[in-house]
């Protein structure tokens, strides 16, 4: 009967990792629905709450290129070509690049993601209720892990207790079938989390993904060189690259420019 103590191994680690995974969904989760009220979203906030710090400085750098006032080479550097900022995430750029005024544009990305003024845009958004906060996101990515971690062990239990020698009076599927029980429980603790906590809990609460959602935008692709309509169109074209990422800039040398941060 050595396999019903594997099976209670099995039992407990599954339970124990669901239990956790479903605790930090719910934490994660706890924002008040209606939070944001009539708040309209700015570029910034709207490319945070899309992509994270990365798509804040994707959408920084793009927009100062546009504007003339970056230069970014399809080589994979960045050029300074108007050297005063015009708001804390473009002195963030300017300042990663260094005052030798030109750099590589992964290690300006990089650095532009971390800045103070990425942090302090995110705790704002935080506080508003329209972003998760990084205990939360971080909580449940490990309640992942550890769900997954434990479906593993069932698996590697049940192997094991099937080739250990059990009394005659017990067949060895019926051995599987218990051993298939904490496997599904982890199995559909996964599937739940896939479709009910992953949407909300990477950057946007549900009330940040519904303003998100609210915004106008050209979908990805539809963006073309964008700005040929005066402010308006820059707004939407920009608005596109906040919320789709970087694959909705049209600009062929743009792009290339930007995916060297890839390398």
């Not at 124990?16 to 719910?26: E, F, G, I, Y």
């Not at 080479?73 to 690049?97: F, K, L, N, Q, Y």
């Not at 990089?110 to 205990?135: C, F, Q």
Request: proline share 5%; glycine share 12%.
């Amino acid at each position: 009967m050595f396999w019903l103590l594997l099976l209670l191994l099995a039992w407990a680690g599954a339970g124990v990792a669901c239990t956790r995974l479903c605790l930090a969904a719910v934490r994660a989760a706890a924002v008040d629905p209606d939070a944001g009220g009539k708040h309209e979203l700015t570029l910034y906030e709207a490319a945070f709450l899309s992509g994270g710090p990365t798509r804040v400085a994707d959408l920084t750098l793009v927009a100062m290129a546009r504007q003339r006032r970056l230069l970014l080479a399809h080589t994979g550097w960045a050029t300074v070509v108007d050297p005063d900022g015009r708001d804390e995430m473009e002195r963030s750029v300017i300042g990663a690049i260094g005052p030798a005024g030109q750099s590589r544009t992964a290690p300006v990305r990089a650095a532009a993601a971390a800045a103070d003024a990425v942090r302090g845009l995110a705790d704002r958004l935080v506080d508003a209720g329209l972003a998760v906060p990084d205990g939360a996101r971080t909580t449940v990515a490990a309640g992942v892990r550890q769900v997954r971690a434990a479906a593993v062990a069932v698996v590697a239990l049940g192997a094991v207790a099937l080739l250990l020698p059990v009394a005659p009076d017990v067949p060895r599927a019926h051995v599987a079938l218990w051993f298939a029980l904490p496997l599904a429980l982890t199995l559909s603790c996964l599937a739940i989390a896939r479709f009910e906590a992953h949407p909300y809990t990477r950057w946007a609460s549900p009330a940040g993904m519904r303003l998100v959602n609210a915004l106008t935008v050209p979908s990805a692709g539809e963006g073309g060189e964008g700005g040929e309509g005066g402010e308006g169109g820059e707004g939407a074209y920009l608005a596109s690259i906040a919320v789709h990422g970087v694959h909705a800039v049209g600009e062929p040398g743009l792009r290339a420019a930007l995916a060297h941060r890839h390398h």
